[in-house]
T-cell receptor, first 111, second 115 residues
């Protein structure tokens, strides 16, 4: 079946540091890939998505590229802010609406 | 436009009781999915409904059930509650199947505590 593996957290960075959160997946066919963010006490918000190989999703300074050859979808941001502190989830769908999530990576950004 | 609305936000129930959670999707969205989020198991898919029909089901016991109404609103029910059912239950709405690239919008969730 489908699965998503993302790096363990928590990740602690200083403001303006570079962020990478690794995500790899296992899926049959051609899944769509997503990054969701969850702020404390909230539901999930879609951060970005990519629907086919070599697509780059981007939003609010975050980027991720759909790499089929390495089955990866790593999240990056060039300069993080305190307000980016949250839990980040990598996820995929295999053609329907069912999302398979990674375990989540907690990010803490300090001044 | 209004987002996904889940009610109630918080619930405390006793073991053995049953509970019903409600989800109103975004207007025009016809697909509703439910997820359970716990610290130990993370986010797990419960089921998906479209046009009042269950389209997909996760690996949960029969105590977990759901339904969808003609206005796309959905409810999920958990019977004979166990301590392990304590979790954040999230509802997501999307346009529907066949919309392969559609985005899923999540509600704020219902925090269920079983004591």
């Amino acid at each position: 079946g489908n699965s998503v593996t993302q790096m363990e957290g928590p990740v602690t960075l200083s403001e303006e540091a570079f962020l990478t959160i690794n995500c790899t997946y296992t899926a049959t066919g051609y899944p769509s890939l997503f990054w969701y963010v969850q702020y404390p006490g909230e539901g999930l918000q879609l951060l970005l998505k990519a629907t086919k190989a070599d697509d780059k999703g981007s939003n609010k300074g975050f980027e991720a590229t759909y790499r089929k050859e390495t089955t990866s979808f790593h999240l990056e941001k060039g300069s993080v802010q305190v307000s980016d502190s949250a839990v980040y989830f990598c996820a995929l769908t295999g053609g329907g609406n069912k999302l398979t999530f990674g375990t989540g990576t907690q990010l803490k950004v300090e001044l | 436009k209004a987002g996904v609305t889940q009610t109630p936000r918080y619930l405390i129930k006793t073991r053995g009781q049953q509970v019903t959670l409600s989800c109103s999707p975004i207007s025009g969205h016809r697909s509703v999915s439910w997820y359970q989020q716990t610290p130990g198991q993370g986010l797990q898919f419960l089921f998906e409904y479209f046009s009042e029909t269950q389209r997909n089901k996760g690996n949960f016991p029969g105590r977990f059930s759901g339904r969808q109404f003609s206005n796309s609103r959905s409810e999920m029910n958990v019977s004979t509650l166990e301590l392990g059912d304590s979790a954040l239950y999230l509802c997501a709405s999307s346009l529907g199947p066949g919309q392969r690239n559609t985005e899923a919008f999540f509600g704020q969730g219902t925090r269920l505590t079983v004591v």
